[in-house]
């Protein structure tokens, strides 16, 4: 079993910068991925990006890619999301989600393939 809780997030300005924190307890985290997600009024759960358990794998959607970067620190149970350059478009909930802990050697893009989630955290990138 995996605790999640999510912090970082809040109101920024357009081109500016968040950096969103994913705290978690649990005997299995270091061995989990783990995804970050998001969800906008209205619009359907979407994968930000995901990181393997040993951090050798990570991906990004198309929409973040060379503006977020994903990161871990084991040591610390905790998965970090570095957002730059936000976007008024990048206004959602964002979750971070475990898998169950299998030591996959890639992280999986799915939000459904992850078994464990946190409460998420609003951010809202203003015009």
């Known amino acids: 079993q995996v605790q999640l809780g999510e912090s970082g997030g809040g109101l920024v300005q357009a081109g500016g910068s968040l950096r969103l924190s994913c705290a978690a307890s649990g005997r299995t985290f270091s061995t989990s991925a783990v995804g970050w997600f998001r969800q906008a009024p209205r619009k359907e759960r979407e994968t930000v990006a995901t990181?393997?358990?040993?951090?050798?794998?990570?991906y990004y959607a198309d929409s973040v890619k060379g503006r977020f970067t994903i990161s871990r620190d084991n040591a610390k149970n905790t998965v970090y999301l570095q957002m730059n350059s936000l976007k008024p478009e990048d206004t959602a909930v964002y979750y971070c989600a475990a898998d169950i802990g299998e030591r996959l050697p890639r992280a999986p893009i799915g939000w459904y393939e992850y078994a464990y989630w946190g409460q998420g955290t609003q951010v809202t990138v203003s015009s």
């Open positions: 990181i393997s358990w040993s951090g050798g794998n990570t």
